[in-house]
């Protein structure tokens, strides 16, 4: 800029946000003891993410992603208060960033949660009763209820509880529509009233 024009300006600073700091406060405001070392672990995967796989342009390792997935840490914790938080923190981030990445990636980024959580085996948290109104609403679109078929339209629903909007991409002919339509036909057999 000019400077005549760069005295109409006041100089400001910005520097990066402290990510690690961040979510400690956030693990520990969820009720995590062992915040320090979750938190450290959280922004290990996060930072070797943003390296180590591709680059997606609906990939966010940023501060949203992080909260969103502290949020849904925090629910986890909440709702099974006996599990250890390395568990929970484990399961938080493996099953709120599964659906959003592309399958070539899928192996990089699980094999990144098993080092950083070695030893740890935990199932998904499932909702029998919302799976099972599923396999109804797929069964009345003549849809064959597959298990993969299944766990997609699930992982869409988990999303949604956790984010104000998503994005469902993908090639043609993958199944995209049938997801959202399945979801849809769902809401309608759980009484809601969805807007398509």
Known sequence: ???NI????????????????????MLVS???LNAKLLARKFITL???????????????WGLRAIKSVLVVAGSLKRADPNRSEDEVLMRALRDFNTPKIVNEDL??????????????E????????????VKKAVAGLNLQPEDSFLLKIVQLQE?????????????????????IKSLYETYKLQ????VW
């Open 122 to 133: 935990v199932p998904r948290k499932r909702d029998e009763e919302f799976e099972g109104v």
């Open 46 to 60: 996060y930072t070797l993410n943003r390296d180590l796989l591709s680059k997606q342009d609906h990939y966010d």
């Open 191 to 194: 009484g809601l009233k969805p």
């Open 1 to 3: 800029l000019p400077e």
């Open 30 to 32: 969820e009720g995590f």
């Open 159 to 179: 999303l949604l509880d956790v984010r104000h909007s998503v994005f469902v991409l993908g090639p043609a002919a993958t199944g995209k529509s049938g997801v």
């Open 107 to 120: 192996p990089v980024f699980l094999g990144l949660i098993t080092e950083l959580f070695p030893g740890l």
């Open 6 to 25: 760069k005295a109409l300006f006041r100089p400001c600073a910005m520097v990066v946000p402290d990510y690690g700091m961040i979510c400690e406060i």
